[in-house]
Nanobody, 124 residues
Framework: QVQLVESGGGLVQAGGSLRLSCAAS????????MGWFRQAPGKEREFVAA????????YYADSVKGRFIISRDNAKNTVYLEMNSLKPEDTAVYYC?????????????????WGQGTQVTVSS
């Protein structure tokens, strides 16, 4: 069992930056690939970024590539999402997810565990 708690969301102006954190419980954090997803009002949840268990590989949605960076600290059981050059269309509730499969995170398969989400609002 893995419990995930996101933090770091808020209101930011377009062009600004935010850093989201997702703290995981349990001693098996390093066994899971981690991902970030987001859901805007009236839209389906979409994949944002994923990182392998070791942190050695990452994968991004085209819409955030070059602006967002996913990273993890296995010693702290935490995964991060650094968001730069934010746009109003980045406004959404951001969720972190854990999955035993890195590929599953970005291939559309429902992930094993989810956090409760944190709101990010980007004003124009």
């Amino acid at each position: 069992q893995v419990q995930l708690v996101e933090s770091g969301g808020g209101l930011v102006q377009a062009g600004g930056s935010l850093r989201l954190s997702c703290a995981a419980s349990g001693r098996t954090f390093s066994s899971y690939a981690m991902g970030w997803f987001r859901q805007a009002p009236g839209k389906e949840r979409e994949f944002v970024a994923a990182i392998r268990r070791s942190g050695g590989s990452t994968y991004y949605a085209d819409s955030v590539k070059g602006r967002f960076i996913i990273s993890r600290d296995n010693a702290k059981n935490t995964v991060y999402l650094e968001m730069n050059s934010l746009k109003p269309e980045d406004t959404a509730v951001y969720y972190c997810a854990a999955d035993l499969s890195f590929v599953s995170l970005y291939s559309g398969k429902p992930s094993d565990y989810w956090g409760q989400g944190t709101q990010v609002t980007v004003s124009s």
